[in-house]
């Protein structure tokens, strides 16, 4: 399975930016995607998951009301919707898949991308 994410770039505080997750090569029909992300010098967090199948969505506390994540299932696509960022959301997004129906804030996702970089300037 691979991920390739794609949207990140400058912006500046306020503004917003969609993220863009394209997954390829899956088998499974029963699976979770979500989202995690890195600032610098800062450990890798959760920001939001969800079922294929629409039965559970997640979003990080500090996230919630800002970031919308969807899916197109024609393009098996995720997308993540950012707005009012903040300085604060600057960092490396990655998406990742698990090929269950159950998301975890937890890293224990079965794919990974490699990742696309969002930084919001002040």
């Known amino acids: 399975v691979q991920l390739v994410e794609s949207g990140g770039g400058l912006v500046q505080a306020g503004g917003s930016l969609r993220l863009s997750c394209a997954a390829s090569g899956r088998t499974s029909s029963s699976y979770a995607m979500g989202w995690f992300r890195q600032a610098p010098g800062k450990e890798r967090e959760f920001v939001a998951a969800f079922s294929w199948s629409g039965g559970m969505t997640f979003y990080a506390g500090g996230v919630k009301g800002r970031f919308t994540v969807s899916r197109d299932v024609a393009k098996d696509t995720v997308y993540l919707q950012i707005d009012s960022l903040k300085p604060e959301d600057t960092a490396v997004y990655y998406c990742?898949?698990?090929?269950?129906?159950?998301?975890?804030?937890?890293?224990?996702?079965?794919?990974w991308g490699q990742g696309t970089q969002v930084t919001v300037s002040s």
């Open positions: 990742v898949a698990r090929e269950t129906e159950r998301p975890t804030y937890t890293d224990y996702w079965d794919y």
